[in-house]
């Protein structure tokens, strides 16, 4: 029987052999696989936070720009130093941390093993082969330990160096794609301001168009009628010949040596008016300005927000904006067909109507002519009928007038002009006498 002093109340009780010894187990144990664990889990974390950061880190990297490449990789070189340096320093200071937690709990083990072989002494050979047992176990643990802290160090060696390869491979990605920018730079530098952005564009295009835009219609804008014109315009047809896309191009490029740097959105304003002037749905601004703008920088850039369906583009995008607009219109064909049909029943219609319209105007214009020089006409048969009848009552009244006159004149004799005359009715008797007279004779 064992004798047990309450830490807390100071109590002293008796426990048998066997209660001691599980006791003793239990309190080993769970405290050593507290500690453990604790200590093993902390490390895990550090580790596994030191690799994220790690990856966060280059995953960032990997993400700037084509133009800063060059200045890029030699920061990444020393981060990467820097890391590997951190990394290592971290899994090394977790391995060392938790080496110096084993040994002190060994040594707190080997302290307790002491102890009890001490109190021990006394013991039967029962106690000392529970002791016997229990040193074994912490010997047992401590070489479990050992073997999981050798694994450890295995596993940050092999994560050393898989990082170390992968960052390794990396580098020389970039220094590939940094190779790749220079070359492009010196290639834009001479080519493309020596042949022109517009060429190079018409070459990549012509390069396709066989297979890829055998209907295509892709040709240089030389309308200036309206004071000014783009560059290229597309325009792509089905088989039917209705046009079911239309691009307006302008392409801008300057050399390094440019003293007056122009931007992108200066042409904004003119390539729109451009676009509506000769009919394009969509315009395009094909630009090498602006070579730092991130913006510019990261694709196809939709500026539909200033302008209506307008794109900024570099160069290498100049085929792939011409694919997705084509692709996008295609799938829109069947109503844009639909839509013709209807548009052309529509305007057959709209032409009948206008034709019957015409022919209602001119009928009634012709009508409305034909009825006022009908109803002139009466007025003038009513004003000749008018005047004729004036004419007859004149005449009639003409008639009257000659009828009286005519019977005044036989009515007339020598004695009703003599009447009243003496001096008249003389001359006449004179006269009578003078005729008979002459008969005699």
């Known amino acids: 029987m064992h004798e047990i002093i309450c830490p807390h109340c100071n109590t002293a009780f008796t426990i048998d052999e066997a209660g001691y010894a599980d006791i003793a187990t239990q309190v080993r144990d769970r405290e050593f696989d507290k500690?453990?664990?604790?200590?093993?889990?902390?490390?895990?974390?550090?580790?596994?936070?030191?690799?994220?950061?790690?990856?966060?880190?280059?995953?960032?990297?990997?993400?700037?720009?084509?133009?800063?490449?060059a200045i890029e990789i030699e920061r990444l070189k020393e981060e990467l130093k820097a890391s590997d340096?951190?990394?290592?320093a971290a899994v090394d200071l977790a391995a060392l941390k938790a080496a110096n937690e084993l040994r002190e709990e060994a040594i707190r083990k080997d302290a307790e093993i002491e102890r009890l072989k001490a109190e021990l002494k006394s013991s039967d050979v029962s106690?000392?082969?529970?002791?016997?047992?229990?040193?074994?176990?912490?010997?047992?643990?401590?070489?479990?330990?050992?073997?999981?802290?050798?694994?450890?160090?295995?596993?940050?060696?092999l994560l050393e160096s898989t990082l170390r390869d992968k960052y390794t491979a990396e580098l020389a990605a970039r220094d590939e794609q940094v190779a790749y920018y220079?070359?492009?730079?010196?290639?834009?530098?001479?080519?493309?301001?020596?042949?022109?952005?517009?060429?190079?564009?018409?070459?990549?295009?012509?390069?396709?168009?066989?297979?890829g835009f055998p209907r295509a219609y892709f040709e240089k804008d030389n309308d200036a009628r309206s004071g000014s014109k783009g560059d290229y315009i597309f325009r792509d047809h089905d088989e039917a010949g209705t046009e079911f896309i239309s691009i307006m191009f302008e392409m801008k490029n300057e050399s390094d040596a440019t003293a007056t740097k122009k931007k992108n959105e200066d042409f904004f304003k003119e390539l729109d008016k451009d676009r509506r002037e000769k009919g394009c749905e969509y315009a395009v601004l094909v630009s090498l300005l602006e070579p730092d703008n991130e913006l510019y920088n990261v694709g196809i850039v939709d500026v539909s927000h200033r302008y209506p369906k307008m794109y900024v583009v570099r160069p290498q995008f100049f085929i792939p904006i011409i694919?997705?607009?084509?692709?996008?219109?295609?799938?829109t064909l069947e109503y844009r067909t639909e839509l013709a049909r209807v548009q052309e029943q529509n305007l057959d219609i709209t032409n009948f109507e206008r034709e019957l319209e015409t022919f209602k105007t001119g009928f009634a214009r012709n009508y409305d002519l034909a009825s006022r020089k009908f109803k002139t006409a009466i007025?003038?048969?009513?004003?000749?009928?008018?005047?004729?009848?004036?004419?007859?009552?004149?005449?009639?009244?003409?008639?009257?007038?000659?009828?009286?006159?005519?019977?005044?004149?036989?009515?007339?004799?020598?004695?009703?002009?003599?009447?009243?005359?003496?001096?008249?009715?003389?001359?006449?008797?004179?006269?009578?006498?003078?005729a008979a007279l002459g008969d005699e004779s």
């Not at 340096?85 to 290592?88: E, G, I």
């Not at 005047?387 to 009703?416: C, F, P, V, W, Y």
């Open 35 to 69: 500690a453990l664990r604790d200590q093993l889990a902390l490390a895990e974390r550090e580790k596994v936070s030191a690799i994220a950061l790690v990856e966060a880190q280059v995953t960032s990297r990997l993400t700037d720009e084509a133009a800063k490449l």
């Open 85 to 88: 340096v951190a990394t290592k």
């Open 127 to 157: 106690m000392q082969l529970a002791l016997t047992q229990a040193v074994s176990d912490v010997s047992k643990e401590r070489d479990d330990l050992a073997r999981d802290l050798a694994a450890k160090d295995t596993e940050r060696q």
């Open 182 to 211: 220079r070359d492009l730079k010196a290639k834009l530098s001479t080519k493309m301001v020596g042949e022109s952005l517009e060429q190079h564009c018409e070459i990549e295009f012509n390069q396709l168009r066989a297979a």
């Open 323 to 331: 694919t997705l607009l084509r692709n996008a219109a295609q799938s």
């Open 379 to 434: 007025d003038e048969i009513d004003k000749t009928i008018d005047h004729l009848q004036k004419t007859k009552d004149a005449l009639l009244g003409s008639e009257n007038n000659l009828r009286l006159a005519n019977n005044k004149a036989d009515d007339l004799t020598i004695k009703k002009l003599t009447k009243g005359n003496p001096t008249m009715a003389a001359k006449f008797a004179e006269a009578a006498d003078d």
